[in-house]
């Protein structure tokens, strides 16, 4: 017999709330394009921006996410290893107050999330935040 | 701030742990003449405020036997780091004579001997006794509680923490965190929470609705001591609803928040704070990480990974205090506070020695009172061990609880392989012991106790193993949730705990065939202590108590089905 994954998750013991059983082809060469697309290859820096994700996320499904990087005219998100890497791209006008946006995204395994700024003078700056997706169970 | 220097002068001259003489295997009496109450306790008062941290009781309202871990294998920088160093290395980084009071406290060596002398550990009438001698000598001493209290026992459970939250209210601590006591359900820790006479905080307690603050449990609260100003800022366990079921408590939502903690840190001394206390459940090596990130915390007090250590950790100018589990010890922490600065500390682990220190009457009495409808069934005895055979849990794999009940899983669920959860919490049976219905309760009880069974394949299996151990091996302690590695019976493997996840876990045979373990063949797989809703299966402990009578004496080869490397 083989279980479906609805079975697995009634199932299984010590652990188990899982997504991304399967390892997923990576999605790197995904990424670089769209690094590439928003910022017309030019050179990144880091610093500037700041990017709060959890260390595990509490559902994979809904995970918490807030970047701010003040002097930005728009932020880029990415989530490095599912298969549609784009999340969300926060534009902001010479009126806008704080440059920061918050969101909530799917993640389907553990990966990188990316963030990058393009400043108002053009530049760019980039930070990544691992976020773990973990069956879990256990805890002392 | 506190020179290592000056800090190890002051361990040695206060702490009881230290300078202890060597027996041998001596008789209980003889063990016992060369301890005395005032020995435990003596303490030369220091300062101008004290903390008593107790933390991870597991409602364990009886003294106990707790045999400490033999494998706590640490990763990354802290390999061969405290608290992860066991046995004889333990000893000789705190320079603990072997077979020492302190050796039978703080190390699993020779465990089943030295219990016989030196007796049972805890009983919260003894903590009781220890904390009433503390406030004699300094009255508005800080009590407080890290969390994992209304977990763990027969009566904590049909009580729903009831038991726990009576005696504890007795006791009367000024503040607590949090852990397990939500696995109770969020209904039933609210309806308690707001009937609490202290304060119940949690910086990281956040609504998970709305992201923000949960209300009932405030980040930190304020006490006037010896006139200091104390702020305690509550962290609870990071990880409930990953660790434990989610769905118990679908209200809320926790996580590490650093940042935030370092807000609360600056919100509290610009409110006038001169002493910035953590009272914390993340887990040691959280808390290690914790302490060098977060700028302004004078003590962190440390739960959950159920460490014991005879002195503070200091880092980035934070004392660490570690206080064990069970019961099993009392820390006393006083503080010279100046200026809102610390200038010195005395610190001492306090192991309750049960029958050194004399029980507490009305904590007595009040405990009695808790038990007595559940006395004739928790006390009805189910088997007893071999005379080899100790019976304890604490350890990074497999201890013999754990393949006790892996076998009883296998035996009576008719399964292939079986896996048990690897909590840190459940006492110790010695060789030649009765194990009683309390017993069982002690490393079984949990109000997600289904023992389901099923199939899975090889390869899931493997993700499963792989899982788990990113958990207790990831590199980033802030990566770790705090437990062991899940207990497996019916199945051999090796890993190698230094290597990246998805590649530790090597060699999985089937132990009944001495088959590799086929990556597309299914197994009968039965476990318990599943996180997801809707689980099947009679309770563990009905399953446990089974096998034990169906077996009269348990007595159980070594395991030797997991190999480690890389430790």
Redesign the interface.
């Known amino acids: 017999?083989?279980?479906s994954r609805r079975?697995?998750?009634?199932?299984?013991?010590?652990?188990?709330?899982?997504s991304g059983?399967a390892?997923l082809p990576a999605h790197a060469s995904l990424v670089d394009e769209q690094i590439k697309a928003f910022t017309g290859g030019a050179e990144i820096g880091q610093g500037g921006i700041e990017l709060?994700a959890?260390?595990?996320?509490?559902?994979g499904n809904t995970v918490?996410i807030n970047v701010s990087a003040p002097g930005a005219a728009s932020i880029m998100l990415l989530a490095s290893g599912n298969p549609v890497p784009s999340v969300a791209t926060f534009n902001f006008g010479p009126l806008s107050g704080a440059r920061a946006g918050s969101t909530r995204i799917r993640l389907i395994k553990?990966q990188d999330v990316v963030a990058i700024a393009k400043m108002e003078d053009g530049t760019f700056k980039m930070t990544q935040a691992?976020v773990?997706v973990?069956?879990?169970?256990?805890?002392? | 701030m506190i020179a290592r220097r000056d800090f190890l002068q002051m361990a040695m001259a206060t702490s009881a742990l230290y300078g202890a003489s060597a027996f041998g295997n001596w008789g209980r009496l003889t063990a016992q003449q060369t301890l005395s109450q005032d020995e435990l306790l003596q303490f030369e008062t220091f300062g101008n405020v004290s903390l008593i941290h107790v933390t991870d009781i597991h409602a364990q309202l009886k003294p106990i036997y707790f045999r400490e871990p033999e494998i706590n294998i640490g990763v990354g920088s802290n390999r061969g780091q405290v608290p992860h160093i066991t046995g004889a290395d333990f000893r000789a980084a705190y320079g603990i004579a072997q077979n020492s009071r302190a050796a039978y406290a703080l190390t699993y060596e020779d465990f089943a001997s030295l219990a016989k002398g030196y007796g049972r550990v805890g009983g919260l009438d003894r903590v009781a006794t220890v904390v009433k001698a503390i406030r004699a000598a300094r009255p508005d001493a800080l009590l407080l509680d890290g969390g994992d209290t209304w977990h763990g026992s027969y009566t904590c459970y049909h009580t729903q923490g009831q038991d726990m939250v009576n005696a504890m209210n007795a006791l009367k601590p000024d503040a607590m965190t949090f852990?397990w006591e939500f696995t109770l359900g969020s209904e039933r820790v609210n309806d308690i929470v707001q009937t609490l006479p202290f304060a119940a905080l949690g910086q990281n307690i956040f609504d998970?609705e709305w992201?923000e603050p949960a209300e009932l449990f405030p980040p930190y609260s304020f006490f006037e001591r010896g006139g200091v100003k104390v702020a305690v800022i509550g962290q609870a366990?990071?990880?409930?609803?990953?660790?434990?079921p989610?769905w118990m408590f679908p209200e809320y939502?926790?996580?590490?928040r650093d940042?935030r903690m370092q807000e609360m840190v600056d919100e509290v001394r610009a409110a006038g704070a001169e002493l910035v206390v953590c009272l914390s459940h993340n887990?040691f090596d959280v808390d290690k990480q914790m302490a060098a990130r977060v700028t302004g915390l004078d003590v962190i007090l440390s739960g959950?990974?159920?460490v014991a250590l005879p002195e503070p950790y200091i880092g980035n100018d934070t004392l660490v205090v570690a206080s064990g589990s069970n019961g099993k010890f009392v820390s006393r922490v006083d503080l010279d506070v100046q200026k809102g600065r610390v200038l010195g500390f005395r610190h001492k682990l306090i192991p309750i020695f049960s029958d050194v220190i004399a029980p507490d009457p009305d904590m007595s009495a009040l405990i009695e009172a808790e038990r007595a409808p559940y006395l004739d069934a928790m006390s009805e005895v189910i088997g007893e061990t071999g005379e080899d055979q100790t019976l304890y849990r604490r350890g990074n794999f497999n201890g013999t609880w754990d393949d006790l009940i892996c076998e009883a899983l296998i035996s009576e669920r008719d399964a292939d392989i079986s896996?048990?959860?690897?909590?840190?919490?459940g006492p110790s049976i010695l060789p030649g012991q009765k194990i009683t219905r309390e017993d069982i309760w002690n490393v079984t009880s949990m109000t997600y106790p289904e023992a389901?069974r099923?199939?899975?394949?090889g390869e899931?299996l493997h993700?499963?193993l792989e899982?788990?151990a990113?958990?207790l091996f990831?590199p980033?302690p802030?990566?770790q949730?705090?437990?062991?590695?899940?207990r497996v019976g019916g199945l051999g493997y090796r890993i190698d705990v230094n290597k990246p996840?998805?590649e530790r876990i090597t060699d999985m045979t089937l132990l009944k065939s001495g088959e590799r373990i086929d990556p597309s063949k299914?197994y009968v797989?039965?476990?318990?202590?599943?996180?997801?809703e809707?689980?099947?299966g009679p309770p563990i402990w009905e399953v446990v108590e089974n096998h034990i009578h169906k077996q009269g004496v348990i007595s159980m080869p070594e395991n030797t089905s997991v190999q480690i490397k890389g430790a």
Request: hydrophobic share 35%; proline share 5%.
């Open positions: 017999m083989t279980l079975d697995f998750m009634t199932v299984t013991g010590c652990a188990v709330a899982f059983l390892a709060d959890p260390e595990i996320a509490e559902n918490p553990t691992t773990k973990t069956i879990g169970g256990c805890g002392g | 852990h998970a992201d366990f990071p990880y409930m609803p990953i660790a434990n989610g939502s926790f996580g590490i940042e887990g959950h990974t159920h896996m048990s959860p690897g909590v840190r919490w389901y099923s199939e899975m394949t899931f993700v499963i899982d788990v990113d958990n990831n980033d802030y990566y949730q705090g437990g062991d590695m899940v996840q998805g299914s797989v039965a476990g318990w202590a599943s996180v997801n809707g689980t099947e």
